[in-house]
């Protein structure tokens, strides 16, 4: 595959991943990811963020490189908007194989340069302000936009053209293949992408959100013609709909209201949290509100994270084991918490075999999150007629908060 012309003198260099290795030993990516760098030539030549070293990710770099006439040899900066291995695995490599190319980062990222890979010299710290003029009309520009997604991370603006190069930000997981541009996509395909964008964000991104609104108000002045992500589909024809699709999403944990839908969470043991769940769902269902549906352990968490944090409210549906909650259903409550899943209207149900003890875990792992909570039920083994009764509404009553 050759680099991507986005104007000219500027390409896109980007590595297809397809891997049974988890995102960040964690997210697992059965639909793979991009790796996205940039070249930038004028009279002399900047490469914007590099990759992980996957799936022979450094050999698609290579040849795309070679496409557009240029080579790691030939580079003059190397720019490092953000210094998380999976854009930073060749920077050891291309300074062994070319001395003189200046590594440019803000003053957290090159500090982080010489902890990661021990170079000291030729290196470059800018603020937001400064720019970097390359000859032949094109200057780039610096913004710091720190975490999103680390402390250190910037973006590059280049003036001439009016391409964002924005790192994490407006990223998707999902390989593309062949094509890179929005408007080389098909309806159907951007809704697959846009799914795997919330993933991605859910996953990545969502314990930052107020950062990402401080940063959308911060580049909101720049007119941005294309925005080049580290991550999935480079926006051309339509770059407002990644930026108002990143600021939905931004909101959903920082105060703006989620959608009038329920994500329904549910681990059972025997089937007897099950049978009281069905009740819940039907009271739900009578009441018109869309919902999805995951179990767990069964679906990754990674999946139940993009459902939960887009939905207004949640089931969370569990048997209490060895005193406390279902364990899977704990390590997604502490999910919710490390990522801020805040304001959510919540109805929490669950059987208990020979003691109870899911309800106290449950109460203090939700104190935190200002969560507006149904009264729960809980019963002992099959749930009786009048249990099910309740629990058919107690999901009308959840469903009557989101509508
Ligand atoms: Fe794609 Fe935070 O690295």
């Not at 300074?95 to 290196?123: C, D, H, Q, W, Y």
Request: aromatic residues 12%; charged residues 25%.
């Amino acid at each position: 595959m050759n680099a991507h012309k986005i104007s000219e003198g500027i390409f896109a260099i980007h590595a297809n991943i397809t891997t049974d290795d988890l995102f960040e030993g964690i997210w697992p990516i059965p639909h793979g990811v991009t790796l996205n760098s940039y070249l930038v030539k004028g009279e002399k030549s900047a490469l914007i963020d590099l990759a992980k070293e996957w799936e022979g990710s450094i050999g698609q770099f290579e040849k795309q490189l070679g496409s557009a006439q240029s080579s790691f040899e030939s580079l003059d900066y190397l720019i490092l908007n953000h210094l998380e291995p999976d854009h930073t695995a060749f920077v050891t490599e291309i300074r062994k194989r070319n001395p003189n190319v200046e590594i440019i980062s803000t003053p957290k990222g090159i500090a982080m340069v010489k902890k990661f890979f021990k170079i000291t010299e030729n290196l470059r710290e800018v603020k937001t302000g400064d720019s970097l003029d390359l000859g032949g009309g094109k200057v780039l520009e610096f913004y710091e936009t720190p975490n999103i997604h680390w402390p250190e991370t910037m973006m590059c603006y280049e003036r001439t053209e009016k391409v964002l190069f924005s790192c994490d930000a407006f990223g998707s997981y999902g390989k593309l293949g062949e094509r890179l541009f929005d408007d080389e996509f098909n309806e159907s395909e951007h809704q697959f992408y846009e799914k795997e964008s919330l993933r991605y964000y859910s996953n990545i991104v969502a314990s930052f959100s107020t950062f990402v609104k401080r940063a959308l108000e911060k580049l909101g002045g720049l007119e941005v013609k294309v925005i080049a992500p580290s991550h999935g589909i480079v926006w051309r024809k339509n770059p407002a709909e990644i930026i108002e699709r990143y600021a939905r999403y931004a909101g959903y944990n920082t105060g703006s209201p989620c959608e009038k839908e329920i994500c329904i969470i549910w681990g059972s043991m025997y089937g007897y949290t099950k049978v009281g769940l069905d009740a819940v769902i039907s009271g739900i269902e009578e009441m018109n509100i869309p919902y999805t549906i995951h179990r767990v352990p069964n679906t990754d968490s990674s999946f139940v994270l993009a459902d939960a944090y887009k939905a207004s409210g949640l089931v969370l549906a569990m048997p209490t084991y060895e005193y406390k909650m279902f364990p899977p259903m704990a390590h997604v409550l502490d999910l919710f918490q490390r990522k801020h899943f805040i304001n959510k209207k919540v109805l929490r149900i669950g059987s208990w075999g020979w003691v109870g003890g899911a309800k106290k875990e449950y109460d203090q792992r939700i104190d935190s999150m200002k969560w507006t909570s149904i009264e729960s039920v809980e019963w002992q083994g099959v749930p009786s007629e009048d249990d099910l009764a309740l629990l058919k509404q107690r999901g009308k009553e959840l469903a009557g908060l989101i509508m």
